[in-house]
């Protein structure tokens, strides 16, 4: 079964600098692999995919993830990090046709 | 609009109630979801339509669960005899089909079951 994890339940990172969220999968064959972004009161939005090509993959708002086979990681980052980056984010992989299976999300926490 | 509108944005009903919960997608987008969500959780999928058609249905809990989209359009998504279990956000998302895995996600429902 495909399945993505997060393990970190929360990230907090100054402003200004580096910040990566992580994520890993499981998947059988060529993964899919999406990061979503949900701010509060706000719907999950789109960020970036992976499908094929380049392993590292630009997305909205200066954010990027690489994919890195050997580990089986996809994980997002961003050079500099803003206040208003502070969000619950979501790592994800496609499933069947259409579907899919997101991790339990990550709240990052910009300090100002 | 131009975004994915579900209503109620809200919902309180009593255990054993019915509950309708509805989906406008995006205007010419044939994919159309259905995911739940409970507090601390990523989204979990419930149901997938594509067209009039329920694509993967593999989701939905159980038979209390059912949704449908008669025209290709708006979807509704129905629950029988509500638990207080079924609390939780459920989220529509729609994409067209030249852009899998790219969803577009309204702002939920949340339903609270008393």
């Known amino acids: 079964a495909q399945s993505v994890a997060q393990p970190e339940d929360q990230v907090n990172v100054a402003e200004g600098n580096p910040l990566t969220v992580k994520c890993t999968y499981s998947?059988?064959?060529?993964?899919?692999l999406f990061w979503y972004v949900q701010y509060p009161n706000r719907g999950l939005q789109f960020l970036l995919k992976y499908i094929t090509g380049d392993n590292l993959v630009k997305g909205s708002y200066g954010f990027e993830a690489e994919f890195n086979k050997s580990q089986t990681s996809f994980h997002l980052k961003k050079p500099s990090a803003l206040v208003s980056d502070s969000a619950l984010y979501f790592c994800?992989?496609?499933?069947?046709?259409?579907?899919?299976?997101f991790g339990t999300g990550t709240r990052l926490t910009v300090i100002p | 609009g131009a975004g994915v509108s579900q209503t109620p944005s809200n919902k309180v009903t009593e255990k054993g109630k019915y509950v309708e919960l509805r989906c406008d997608p995006i205007?010419?987008?044939?994919?159309l979801y259905w995911y739940r969500q409970s507090l601390g959780q990523g989204p979990e999928f419930l149901i997938y339509?594509?067209?009039?058609?329920?694509?993967?249905d593999s989701g939905l809990p159980n038979d209390r669960f059912f949704a449908v989209r008669p025209e290709g359009s708006v979807s509704t998504l129905k629950i029988q005899r509500t638990e207080r279990g079924d609390s939780a956000v459920y989220l529509c998302?729609?994409?067209?089909?030249?852009?899998?895995?790219?969803?577009?996600f309204g702002e939920g429902s949340r339903l609270t079951v008393l």
């Open positions: 994800a992989v496609q499933t069947g046709a259409n579907n899919l299976f």
């Open positions: 998302a729609s994409s067209s089909w030249t852009d899998a895995g790219e969803l577009f």
């Open positions: 205007s010419g987008h044939t994919a």
């Open positions: 998947v059988s064959g060529n993964p899919y």
């Open positions: 339509f594509q067209g009039t058609g329920a694509a993967d």
